[in-house]
């Protein structure tokens, strides 16, 4: 166990850190494997840092960088310490096709982007290509190496494999704890993104997921989610635990309008 408690390594639009101490009480009191479809930055998992896991998520850049860090820490911290905050050299490392790289150059190219972009975003256009534009922020940290040390030692018990959120059906057993965090309902036209990856989150695509909820019930697993507050939410899991918590929206063009909001934790036992 690492002595430093690890905490996100990637900043990570709909993050759940500063929701942790609301989500705390809500979490199982025991499960065997723990399984988080959409990890993200991982807040929930570093947070219970669970000895054996299953991450998925369909953002191939997040895992590469995820598998690279429990695998290969140290050349990529050599890598990580070449690059330079300065705006040129961010279009010309974004400019690169990560396709053709090697995965620790990739990895290191992935957190350099996501430390040095506006607002921390990551976004991509319907071609998968990133197109965040320069952050301008004075002393990045790119380079984290005790956390990143702490985040290493907390993944070697986990598996990461890359896909859609089904696949969960394919590893979760009864007394297992599966933890989902999609990207949310818009509760507008304008108030979420969903292009983590090329294809966005669509409304059947929550319909789909609420399926495998109700499947991974009918399993006996501990199932809770995370959404937005909306109507077809609060129909899509009707019958269920619905617990309201306050979060502060963090993305949007106009600051007065990241005040706090509601969102929906939803789970399949008490």
């Not at 820490?73 to 279009?91: A, F, I, S, T």
């Not at 190496?145 to 969960?168: C, H, T, Y």
């Amino acid at each position: 166990m690492a002595a430093v408690r690890p905490r996100p390594p990637v900043k990570w639009a709909g993050g759940k850190s500063q929701l942790l101490p609301q989500l705390d009480p809500l979490f199982p009191a025991g499960f065997n494997l723990y399984l988080e479809p959409f990890v993200g930055g991982g807040a929930v998992f570093f947070h219970l840092r669970p000895p054996a896991a299953v991450l998925f998520d369909n953002n191939r850049e997040l895992l590469n960088f995820y598998q690279v860090v429990r695998d290969n820490l140290e050349p990529l911290l050599v890598d990580l310490k070449r690059h330079r905050n300065e705006r040129e050299y961010y279009y010309a490392i974004r400019a690169q096709d990560p396709e053709e790289m090697d995965p620790i150059s990739r990895a290191s190219r992935f957190l350099y982007l996501n430390k040095t972009a506006y607002n921390g975003l990551w976004r991509v256009n319907r071609l998968g290509q990133y197109n965040v534009p320069f952050g301008r922020y004075k002393n990045p940290r790119i380079v984290d190496e005790e956390n990143l040390r702490a985040v290493q030692a907390a993944l070697q018990g986990a598996r990461i494999i890359p896909g859609d959120f089904s696949q969960v059906l394919q590893y979760a057993r009864p007394g297992d704890f599966v933890y989902l965090d999609p990207p949310y309902q818009p509760v507008s036209a304008t108030a979420y993104f969903t292009s983590y990856t090329a294809t966005a989150f669509s409304e059947e695509d929550q319909e789909r997921l609420a399926g495998v909820f109700r499947a991974l019930d009918r399993r006996q697993c501990q199932v809770m989610l995370s959404n937005s507050d909306t109507d077809l939410i609060r129909k899509l899991y009707r019958g269920y635990d619905i617990q309201e918590v306050s979060a502060r929206r963090a993305i949007n063009c106009r600051p007065e309008r990241r005040g706090p909001v509601t969102e929906l934790v939803i789970r399949n036992y008490s």
